[in-house]
């Protein structure tokens, strides 16, 4: 995708986030994976639900942090990728200016700008088993799915 | 029509011709004359009548029917059982919210298995590709309806919301799992709950009549650990595993769902053994985790509901003391949603803005659980004196 000129957005309403204090809760409705992002990762995904420029994305950073520029967007770049990868966002591709415009976010001082780090975005995965389904192969005379052979009883 | 093998798996008949039933007039449900009426709808409500009737059928062929009541979350349910094969499996972990019958519970719950009943259940109105994730049943699931089939077992779950009616049919009732039997009813009452102002969460709640703590955590951080010193120290228990969350009233109640606990069966020996030889199951302790039902160990302590003054999110230190530290909703968020999300069928925005919302006014601490287990109540009854 054209990362510097286009927008991402929210994949799609199987997604369901929430940004708290500064950290992004997401969560992914059918694959049971959960996420975090903190402090810059958490800007990075408002920006997507805000459906901003990934250009804007980065200005919005760079005013809120203290950082090289090209590390921003270089931190940037990759954490949508990840995103896109994890099938959390997907690219709009519209061109430069065609989007509802941003807020605008006023220029941290220098002294209020908080130190640039690279987000991670971490990944959870111990609630996939809850959505597993189960194959069903093969249903009985009256249409109810056959059993396995070795379930278990509760017993008396 | 009940000429099955008692206990066979794969020999239940196709239902009989129901429309014949002198009781289909009596049961059938309302249309919306004038109205459109939707396929799936219409779809729903016709199984829906047949399974009842199924159940109607195998309360008259044991000739005898039970019912029990319970208060819970401040509604009045009603559990129909045909036989009484059900009975325990699905009331031992209710028995702390057993109430009087009145002649107009809020919602009904029509129990029964095929097995003991020598009944037959009425046949599936779906295909096998109509099962979805965690059972639920595409086009059976509309704004009035909701039906699951938990596939482990083939119980089906189904729910008329206009008729606040429910129904849980099992095959075959030894068939009822032990997880099943720590939480009876808990689709069935989340799925009703969420819509009288009650959201189901995974979470543990104990606290005093004056105050209580949210204890919501992943499997294996300590939650049930917690509850259980708490209980064991005198402090009042609402569960520690399903509690239901009020959504409409101030301050936030906790109300108890089931009197049940399930722990690992090393946990226990080495953290609580006193609960030993309450345990249900100890042949089965390698298959299952161990559990018991504590209404009938700690009978006064039992709290049908407590009023939330903080959540507290446990976490295994490895070190000796336990204590408190203050946290943020962020990470309350993240002990509450994902489990209570992904464990609850049909779960999804509208649970996640929910849970949001609802503990978002709430102080929020990281509970720090030492080895030493009595520090444990210590500093949660600390804690809730300053809400005092």
């Known amino acids: 995708m054209k990362r510097q000129s286009s927008r991402v957005s929210v994949s799609g309403p199987h997604i369901v986030s929430e940004i708290i204090e500064s950290e992004a809760i997401i969560i992914d409705l059918d694959s049971g994976s959960y996420y975090s992002l903190q402090d810059a990762g958490a800007d990075i995904w408002a920006g997507v639900q805000d459906g901003i420029q990934i250009e804007e994305i980065v200005d919005r950073l760079r005013m809120k942090y203290e950082g090289d520029e090209a590390a921003i967007r270089s931190a940037t770049t990759a954490l949508l990728k990840q995103l896109e990868d994890e099938a959390l966002i997907k690219a709009d591709g519209a061109a430069a200016g065609t989007g509802p415009p941003s807020a605008p976010i006023p220029d941290a001082e220098p002294s209020d700008k908080i130190s640039f780090s690279a987000p991670v975005l971490h990944k959870y995965t111990d609630m996939q088993e809850l959505l597993l389904v189960d194959p069903i192969h093969e249903v009985d005379a009256s249409g109810w799915p056959k059993l396995p052979a070795n379930d278990r009883e509760l017993g008396e | ?388």
């Open chain 2, 1 to 388: 029509m009940r000429s099955m093998r008692v206990g066979g798996r794969n020999c239940l008949p196709t239902t009989g011709n129901w429309a014949s039933s002198p009781r289909t007039m009596h049961l059938r449900y309302e249309s919306r004359t004038g109205s459109p009426v939707d396929a799936d709808d219409r779809r729903s409500a016709t199984f829906c009548q047949s399974a009842h009737l199924a159940f109607l059928d195998a309360q008259e062929a044991v000739g005898e029917s039970d019912r029990r009541s319970f208060k819970i979350g401040g509604y009045e349910l009603c559990l129909r059982f045909a036989g009484r094969a059900l009975i325990q499996p699905m009331t031992k972990a209710l028995a702390h919210l057993a109430t009087e019958p009145s002649e107009s519970p809020d919602l009904t719950i029509c129990i029964w298995d095929s097995a003991s009943t020598q009944t037959s259940m009425t046949t599936p109105s779906w295909s096998t590709d109509d099962y979805g994730v965690q059972g639920l049943i595409s086009g059976f699931n509309t704004d009035r309806f909701q039906t699951l089939l938990q596939l482990a077992n083939n119980t089906l779950n189904m729910l008329d919301h206009r008729k606040n009616l429910g129904l849980y049919w099992i095959p075959n009732a030894r068939h009822v799992t032990y997880y099943e039997a720590i939480s009876p009813l808990r689709t069935l009452l989340y799925w009703w709950m969420r819509r009288h102002g009650r959201q189901l969460v995974h979470a543990g709640a104990v606290g005093t009549a004056d105050g209580g703590v949210l204890l919501p955590a992943r499997g294996g951080s300590g939650k049930s650990t917690t509850a259980l010193a708490c209980l064991e120290a005198g402090l009042l228990y609402a569960g520690d595993n399903n509690i239901l969350l009020s959504t409409d009233e101030r301050p936030l109640q906790a109300y108890s769902m089931h009197n049940s606990t399930a722990l690992h069966g090393i946990h226990l020996e080495e953290r609580l053994p006193h609960l030993l030889p309450h345990i249900e199951n100890p042949e089965q302790l390698g298959e299952q985790k161990a559990f018991a039902f504590l209404h009938k160990h700690y009978p006064t302590q039992m709290a049908a509901s407590l009023p939330v003054r903080a959540v507290l999110v446990p976490r295994i230190t490895g070190h000796r003391d336990t204590g408190l530290s203050e946290s943020s909703l962020a990470a309350s968020l993240s002990a509450l949603i994902p489990s209570t999300l992904f464990s609850l069928p049909g779960a999804g925005r509208e649970t996640f803005e929910t849970l949001v919302k609802l503990i978002q006014p709430l102080p929020h601490y990281m509970l720090n659980l030492g080895t030493d287990l009595p520090q444990v109540p210590r500093v949660i009854s600390e804690l809730l004196r300053k809400f005092l």
